[in-house]
């Protein structure tokens, strides 16, 4: 990495996987069957709701990965549907079953979503969220060397710090800047409480 003191590119490496998982589980984001940890980088995905006897209502809800950037097919009881005539994506990893342009409900058969979620890292990931990645990341590199039981440091003559600490007014309970879980907010599923 540009800039880094020499040796602490794999130190910076290993700051930025436990930031991303943290974001990761902040947010909420799903973890797939064979226990993949999640990512917001680009990946395709596959849900498969099952038939059932209970109604599904006219919206399904994909498993939270963040953003879902697009639907490449719905196969609902072996029959293939067509984007923005029988389904559309709303939002929030909301898919909303359409006929003839209204709400419809989703058939108590087998449903097969094939998508797409994430962003292409760096790249393309929005500059205000990238902006608080780093600061976080930065944080926990100059913190890293630092006993993390200690609140405030005071030497006579020279200065006195105070640290930042979790659940402080500047780290949220989540183990990261408030700055950032405020970031983060826009990708978190709020359905998981």
Not at 128 to 138: F, M, N, W, Y
Not at 151 to 169: F, K, L, P
Not at 174 to 179: M, N, P, Y
């Amino acid at each position: 990495m540009i800039g880094s003191p020499a040796g602490d590119d794999s130190k910076l490496e290993s700051i930025i996987d436990r930031v991303s998982a943290r974001a990761a589980k902040h947010c909420k984001l799903a973890i797939d069957p064979v226990g993949t940890m999640p990512t917001f980088g680009a990946e395709a995905l596959r849900a498969t709701f099952y038939p059932t006897q209970e109604p599904r209502g006219c919206d399904l809800m994909l498993p939270w990965r963040v953003p879902i950037t697009a639907i490449t097919s719905i196969v609902e009881d072996g029959v293939t549907l067509a984007v923005d005539t029988d389904f559309k994506l709303v939002g929030g990893g909301m898919v909303r079953r359409l006929s003839d342009s209204d709400p419809f409900y989703w058939s108590t058969g087998k449903i097969v979503v094939l998508y797409a979620a994430g962003w292409s890292l760096p790249d393309s990931v929005p500059p205000d969220l990238e902006e608080q990645v780093i600061e976080q990341v930065k944080t926990n590199y100059l913190g890293a060397d630092r006993d993390g039981a200690i609140r405030s440091e005071t030497i006579n003559d020279v200065g006195a710090w105070q640290y930042a600490v979790a659940g402080g007014d500047s780290i949220g309970s989540s183990g990261l800047l408030t700055a950032l879980e405020s970031a983060l907010s826009p990708y978190k599923d709020w359905s998981q409480g």
